[in-house]
């Protein structure tokens, strides 16, 4: 039998099958060695074969297929060892808000290069817009053309009074996406407003209580009526590029992608070689420097 790991957290494994039933699966012992270079073998979003047991009404999933993407974070900061949040993702939503607590494009383009590093198309929802006033619906306006001219779409909506949620309830049904964003971005208000009945907790737990509580949180997926799931990610400030080389940096800023056969020269890094393309589009105005100053410090960083 087959069907979608929508839970996993430690030992318990929760799989969904086509006709929506659900089933608590154990993982067969095999997996849990083989996989070193990740905390867990399986993650939420993955695809499974199992064989259920009907003397306890349990699967043992013997086979988990090949994962067309993930999001994964470093286990722990300086770890080599990474945990993937989720598998086989149609769509990244980072939810922002200018407003409380205000989001810094550097986390907007850090977290659009982790996306498109694996292969994970995404989009911004600007939330908590009742609280935006005249000069915050400008910066909106501003962000707007920016992202959708890098080629990201933008939805700017509010949890809290229901605008524009329609139109992005509409782009969620019948996908796998993910939710991300700060904490008290306001990404379980807009679950709970996209999908009513699921009851998620909302308001802010700081840091530390969350770092005294729970040592591990995981990401949690949420089905829709309508069709689709949404999986949101508590907890978690940023996600990594793990085993990147600094040459694949370019390629994950969808604008400049364009231009990269233009360059003089191959290895090109876009900062100080002479006939670079991309800089040359910068200069048109064609790439904007909000997002070349952020390339320039990916890069620095990596
Ligand atoms: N004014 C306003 N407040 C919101 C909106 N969305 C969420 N909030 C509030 O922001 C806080 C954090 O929301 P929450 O959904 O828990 O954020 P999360 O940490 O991203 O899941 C809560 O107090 C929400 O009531 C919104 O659209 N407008
Ligand atoms: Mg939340
Ligand atoms: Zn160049």
Do not use: W
């Amino acid at each position: 039998m087959e069907g979608l790991v929508i839970k996993s957290s430690g030992s318990l494994i929760k799989v969904r099958l086509e006709d929506g039933s659900k089933m608590n699966c154990r993982l067969k012992g095999q997996f849990r060695i083989r996989d070193i270079k990740h905390t867990n073998p399986l993650a939420i979003g993955d695809r499974v074969v199992f064989e259920p047991d009907p003397r306890y009404g349990t699967g043992l999933i013997t086979t988990i297929h090949p994962r067309e993407n993930y999001i994964i974070r470093k286990a722990t900061k300086l770890s080599k060892i990474s945990h993937i949040i989720a598998a086989n993702l149609d769509h990244a939503y980072l939810i922002v808000t200018l407003a409380e607590p205000r989001t810094s494009t550097g986390f907007i383009d850090r977290f659009l290069v982790t996306a498109s590093g694996y292969y994970v198309p995404a989009s911004l929802v600007f939330n908590k817009t009742d609280l935006y006033g005249p000069e915050l619906m400008n910066r909106l306006d501003e962000l707007r053309e920016i992202y959708e001219k890098a080629g990201y779409p933008c939805y700017a909506v509010s949890a809290l009074t229901g605008t524009n949620l329609e139109k992005l309830k509409s782009v969620l049904q019948g996908k796998i996406n993910l939710f991300s964003g700060h904490s008290g971005a306001g990404k379980s208000a807009l679950i709970n407003a996209i999908q009513p009945g699921l009851d998620i907790r909302t308001g802010i737990i700081s840091e530390a209580h969350r770092k005294g509580i729970h040592t591990t949180t995981f990401a949690e997926m949420h089905e829709l009526s309508i069709g689709g799931f949404i999986v949101d990610t508590p907890g978690i400030r940023e996600f990594g590029l793990i085993d990147f080389e600094k040459s694949e940096i370019p390629r994950c800023f969808p604008e400049m992608e364009q231009f990269l056969p233009y360059c003089q020269y191959k290895n090109c890094t876009h900062t100080h070689e002479p006939d670079c393309a991309v800089k040359k589009a910068l200069h048109r105005g064609e790439v904007s420097r909000l997002r070349y100053n952020s390339y320039l410090s990916i890069l620095n960083d990596s």
